[in-house]
């Protein structure tokens, strides 16, 4: 029998002919990401806790805050052990993820600024247009839809409308026609 004259690289690693190279694994961004999820999670177990009742429910009873409560504390306790395996354990690799991409940051920061127009837009409920009162929110989802779209690179314009207007109807017509949440 006869061995390979050469050993195949490890997956993830950059071979001499510039193949895939996957992300660094980064202890720092583990315990960051930790970190950020124990505060986001210990703030909405605080709101969770001020949700106004109109009566207080009866011992054994399930009142509005019961599953806002359930999540949070379950968000704080995954929080927590996440950060723990973060400070006491090697960073995991992350061979299987793609390195940042060229423009990644700035699209990161586009999707938060589209996004915040959009609950600035939404926030307005209705307006009055030539007489008629218009819902804001199928409008102002329509162009979320199309503006993320094409910030992520699609280009037929025939399909972006189709699609922004569709996924937009059916989240009106569900929530807003057929749950009755106001929107």
Not at 51 to 68: K, T
Not at 83 to 103: F, K, N, S, Y
């Amino acid at each position: 029998m006869s061995t390979p004259d050469t050993v195949a690289e490890p997956a993830g690693h950059d071979g001499p002919a510039g193949e895939y190279q996957g992300a660094p694994a980064s202890r720092r961004l583990e315990i960051v990401f930790a970190v950020v999820a124990l505060a986001f999670t210990s703030g909405y177990l605080f709101l969770s806790t001020q949700i106004p009742l109109r009566r207080e429910a009866a011992a054994g009873q399930i009142d509005a805050r019961f599953w806002p409560l359930v999540i949070g504390v379950t968000g704080v306790v995954i929080a927590i052990a996440l950060l723990a395996v973060a400070i006491t354990r090697p960073a995991p690799t992350r061979e299987d993820l793609e390195r940042i991409q060229p423009g990644g940051y700035l699209r990161v920061i586009a999707t938060l600024a589209i996004t915040g127009a959009f609950i600035a837009l939404w926030s307005l409920g209705s307006v009055i247009l030539l007489g008629y009162r218009v819902e804001v929110f199928p409008v102002a989802a329509a162009l979320l839809m199309a503006a993320l779209m094409l910030l992520y690179g699609h280009r037929r314009w025939l399909s972006l409308i189709i699609y922004s207007a569709s996924v937009t109807a059916f989240v009106y017509v569900v929530f807003g026609m057929l749950l009755r949440i106001p929107l």
